[in-house]
């Protein structure tokens, strides 16, 4: 592999890339780029892209070795330790949220096989031994939902259906028919996972034929054909609360798919429709309302729309086109603070495209009064 290749293209961040963007991409491209999640004739392919990832990783989540990288390129880093001495000597207690590599519980292959067994991998020789089954709760469901502006400001109760894995009420999800009799499984041998190497590295993955419990049934149950869960229509009530914005999640704990170890949960991403009448800037919306030349130069009480209905605004004497007055409390709830933004009125001021001759006439003396030729 060559060391020449720069480590931020490696990554696909940009130099002024924080720690935790340089974390966020090493996380996406390992679960991409992991050689048990690959075709087998990509597999070489895989494993040095892998190593690769490792060895940019190791530099740029290191603040002396970045800060050298960023000054003097390859020539200032030691560009020819090997994958291992990245893992053994970088500090991975960031992406492991407090987890600290080093110390007696808390050794790198456990922090390791923790970040891996996310992805239903095991490290060999860590904490997870092998012969011993590991129970993996459902996969998460993901789910995109619509709202309203009103509904993202105040809050709503919705009805939302979806398909998700349920338990196979007749095999209570072991996937065996009732009564059958256990066989070792032929593929692990009992042990429930099936390895793969990679140089130091040793991929364990939960074996697929007996999904980790290290037996078979002779038969399978006749209802789910031995998975052990079925494909289900569900309803379910979703709270929104006030201040959800484009692009928030809402996580509802239990409601994804079924596994052995449990539930998953069901993430919903909020999409906040676009409105005929405001747009959102943060806690505060904005609009825009036409009023008369003689209203903005004679003041004027006027509606305005609001997200809770039109209400009465005060256009003061000489109103300049494009003036933005401020209705306090209009907005929407921040989503923690729970503080009330405002709306802003943008007055936009119409002039008649035609006017009577009297009309005429006494806007011809309004002119002379003030001086226009």
Do not use: W
């Not at 560009?79 to 291992?84: I, L």
């Not at 692009?247 to 906040?272: C, P, Q, T």
């Amino acid at each position: 592999m060559s060391t020449q290749r720069d480590y931020y293209e490696i990554l696909g961040v940009k130099k002024t890339a924080s720690v935790e963007d340089i974390k966020r991409a090493y996380r996406q491209l390992v679960m991409q780029y992991h050689p048990d999640r690959v075709a087998p004739e990509k597999k070489k392919e895989a494993e040095e892209k892998f190593k690769e990832l490792s060895e940019a990783y190791g530099v740029l989540s290191d603040p002396s070795k970045k800060q050298l990288y960023d000054q003097y390129g390859h020539a200032g880093v030691d560009s020819r330790y090997s994958t291992e001495d990245i893992f053994k000597n970088a500090d991975f207690s960031d992406i492991f949220r407090g987890r600290q590599a080093g110390g007696a519980q808390g050794d790198f292959s456990s922090v390791f096989e923790e970040f891996f067994s996310d992805l239903g991998f095991d490290v060999f020789g860590s904490s997870s031994r092998q012969g011993q089954s590991r129970r993996r709760h459902g996969e998460d469901v993901q789910l995109e939902m619509s709202v309203t502006l009103e509904e993202a400001a105040f809050g709503a109760e919705k009805e939302i259906s979806f398909y998700h894995f349920e338990n196979c009420s007749q095999c209570n999800g072991s996937g065996a028919q009732p009564g059958s009799k256990k066989e070792t499984c032929n593929v692990c041998r009992g042990r429930g996972v099936v390895s793969s190497g990679m140089g130091f590295i040793s991929f364990t993955q939960t074996c697929p034929n007996c999904r980790g419990e290290g037996v078979i049934f002779k038969n399978r149950c006749s209802k789910c054909s031995g998975q052990g869960r079925l494909k289900t229509k569900k309803q379910v009530k979703v709270t929104i609360p006030q201040g959800v914005d484009d692009g928030s999640v809402l996580r509802l704990k239990g409601e994804g798919n079924f596994g052995e170890g449990g539930y998953g949960d069901l993430y919903l991403h909020i999409a906040v429709k676009p409105h005929i009448l405001f747009q959102r800037q943060g806690d505060d919306v904005r609009c825009k309302v036409k009023i008369s030349v003689f209203k903005a130069i004679l003041g004027a009480e006027i509606e305005v729309p609001s997200l809770s209905g039109n209400v009465k605004m005060n256009i003061p004497a000489g109103t300049q086109p494009n003036a933005v007055f401020r209705l306090r409390g209009k907005g929407i709830a921040n989503l923690r603070t729970k503080r009330v933004g405002d709306e802003l009125v943008e007055v936009e001021i119409e002039i008649p495209k035609r006017v009577s001759a009297n009309e005429r006439n006494v806007l011809l003396e309004i002119a002379k009064e003030r001086g226009e030729s």
